[in-house]
């Protein structure tokens, strides 16, 4: 029996499970293209741009993020550029920017999360409807039907039970791997803004201080 075979005895609530298959692996894709674009080698990042700013070199720091082309790389660089308006305008535009990017990589997440908990019910809803087609066939046999005549029903409600239970897994395995993974992200961002952050501050400190000398 093909897998074909297998699906078209599943019902019609085979569709919708088929539907949410696609749609969960279809964010799954696609959250995994984005979060392996977003990697970075954030220690040797973190050395070029604090080299640069130690040199007071902002073009040559912005000139890194541009090359780098990541979330993290384009959190700075939008801090960078503020970094003429002071302290408190650059850390804004750091946090605004991390705000964005986090965004952007959980997008669909929350349609992830819904398809792990509606495909198991969807199975369930399956398993009620089969069963129903069961009994439904005793009663057309009054009583005098053989387990051949309850098959299909039968079929119906396991395979839809089992197929559900799959996609859910999945799902909310994925899920669950890609919070984590965009957890990690958010930490090594908070890392290189906190890193830049305080460079910039030590900066102003410095050009101050150099100031109270000259006078």
Not at 5 to 28: H, N, R
Not at 158 to 173: E, Q
């Amino acid at each position: 029996m093909s897998l074909l075979d297998v699906f078209l005895k599943g019902g019609w609530v085979m569709i919708f499970i088929l539907l949410s298959s696609i749609i969960t692996i279809a964010i799954i894709v696609d959250r995994l293209w984005a979060l392996k674009k977003s990697r970075s080698n954030v220690p040797a990042f973190l050395v070029k741009i604090r080299t640069l700013l130690k040199k007071n070199d902002i073009s040559g720091a912005v000139s890194v993020c541009l090359e780098d082309k990541t979330p993290t790389s384009n959190i700075v660089k939008k801090g960078l550029k503020k970094i003429q308006f002071g302290h408190e305008r650059v850390k804004e535009a750091i946090e605004t920017a991390g705000r964005q990017e986090i965004n952007k990589l959980e997008k669909g997440l929350s349609i992830l999360a819904t398809m792990a908990g509606v495909a198991p019910l969807l199975g369930f809803l399956g398993t009620v409807t089969g069963m129903i087609s069961a009994f439904m066939r005793i009663e057309d046999l009054q009583g005098a039907a053989n387990p051949s005549d309850l098959a299909g029903g039968i079929w119906e409600a396991l395979i839809t039970t089992a197929f559900g239970l799959a996609v859910g897994i999945i799902a909310y395995s994925f899920y669950n791997y890609l919070v984590n993974a965009i957890n990690k992200f958010v930490l090594d961002i908070e890392i290189v803004s906190n890193d830049v952050v305080d460079i910039i501050e030590e900066m102003k400190i410095s050009k101050n201080q150099s100031n109270f000398d000259e006078e």
